[in-house]
């Protein structure tokens, strides 16, 4: 049975940092890239970064690109989402999923696209 669990969130003040952690188990982690989404309160659920499998390829959303950063330890089976300089429009739920199928940076820019996810962790960003 495939479980990825969520770490890390909380209440920051605006120009915090968090690191969100990620832990798989059930499946070959090594055969798996891993993304992190976000969803705030009456938005859809929206990309934030991905990573491959072997950490040495990364994405970021416009939104977050010199802010957040993606990494992963494959000896921990552990994705990280490390959160620096956070804004109020950062608040969300944010998951961590996984996909063995990979086309394109863009195709896992799409939530459809992942066919693991967490439960999600808060994160909230008071300004």
């Known amino acids: 049975q495939v479980q990825l669990e969520e770490s890390g969130g909380g209440l920051v003040q605006a120009g915090g940092s968090l690191r969100l952690s990620c832990v798989a188990s059930g499946h070959t982690w090594n055969n798996y890239m891993m993304g992190w989404f976000r969803q705030a309160p009456g938005k859809e659920r929206e990309f934030v970064a991905s990573i491959s499998r072997s950490g040495g390829s990364t994405d970021y959303a416009d939104s977050v690109k010199g802010r957040f950063t993606i990494s992963r330890d494959n000896t921990k089976n552990t994705v990280y989402l490390q959160m620096s300089n956070l804004e109020s429009e950062d608040t969300a739920v944010y998951y961590c999923?996984?996909?063995?199928?990979?086309?394109?940076?863009?195709?896992?820019?799409?939530?459809?696209?992942?066919?693991?996810w967490g439960q999600g962790t808060q994160v909230t960003v008071s300004s």
């Open positions: 999923a996984s996909t063995r199928r990979y086309y394109t940076t863009s195709f896992l820019r799409t939530s459809n696209n992942y066919e693991f």
